[in-house]
């Protein structure tokens, strides 16, 4: 059981360039969400959905697009990264009370 | 957004001390977990609690939900080297609410 999945581990853009991070889950879970964890900041909710079609935005979703087309994946995607971006991103997915998450992409934007 | 108020920020520690931290929020919750993050890893949870009042252990971890179901506590008895990390605590509303963060609290346990 691989349970929440995130990759790449690393990443480096430059200013402008798009990618997306991916995460996976094999527990069936219906409600899944992206974090960001800034020095000092804790995490904060950028995109979450609580099923496949259903999307909705976090506290800081600008920048930042999802889809939720199955279950198991959740990506999320820069538009056009910005060196405000810089941050490690924690992908997770809960169960009713409790939440599972992943091992986080670090990204650093040039 | 809204943040839980976590405290405190940061803790030095020697080696078999006991250790507290809290967390509170201005509004109600209905559950408040405890979790753990090491460097480099995501965080782990800890500690679940459902209930106002309610006390749950974890090995040397305690918790509590505290009664005006705005505030939770967690100890670490006889505190050891791999307690160092990140404890953060969070809260939700409810089953379909978002899931609310503390700013953490960083220990680090010293020999």
């Known amino acids: 059981n691989a349970g929440v999945t995130q990759t790449p581990k690393f990443q480096v853009l430059k200013t402008g360039q798009s990618m997306t991070l991916q995460c996976a889950q094999d527990?069936?879970?219906?409600?899944m969400s992206w974090y960001r964890q800034d020095p000092g900041m804790g995490l904060r909710l950028i995109h979450y959905?609580?099923?496949?079609?259903?999307?909705d935005q976090g506290e800081v979703p600008n920048g930042y697009n999802v889809s939720r087309s199955t279950t198991e994946d959740f990506p999320l995607r820069l538009l056009s990264a910005a060196p405000s971006q810089t941050s490690v991103y924690f992908c997770?997915?809960?169960?009713?009370?409790?939440?599972?998450f992943g091992p986080g992409t670090r990204l650093t934007v040039l | 957004g809204q943040q839980l108020n976590q405290s405190p920020q940061s803790m030095f520690i020697q080696e078999g001390e006991d250790v507290s931290m809290n967390c509170t929020s201005s509004?109600?919750?209905?559950?408040w977990l405890w979790y753990k993050q090491e460097p480099g890893e995501g965080p782990v949870l800890l500690i679940a609690l459902y209930k106002a009042g309610e006390l749950t252990s974890n090995g040397r971890l305690t918790a509590q939900f505290g009664i005006t179901r705005k505030d939770s506590f967690l100890n670490i008895s006889a505190s050891i080297p791999s307690d160092v990390g990140i404890y953060f605590c969070a809260g939700h509303a409810g089953t379909a609410s978002k899931l609310t963060f503390g700013t953490g609290t960083r220990l680090q346990v010293t020999l």
């Open positions: 527990m069936n879970h219906e409600y």
């Open positions: 997770a997915s809960r169960v009713a009370d409790t939440q599972y």
């Open positions: 959905s609580v099923g496949a079609g259903i999307t």
């Open positions: 509004s109600i919750f209905n559950t």
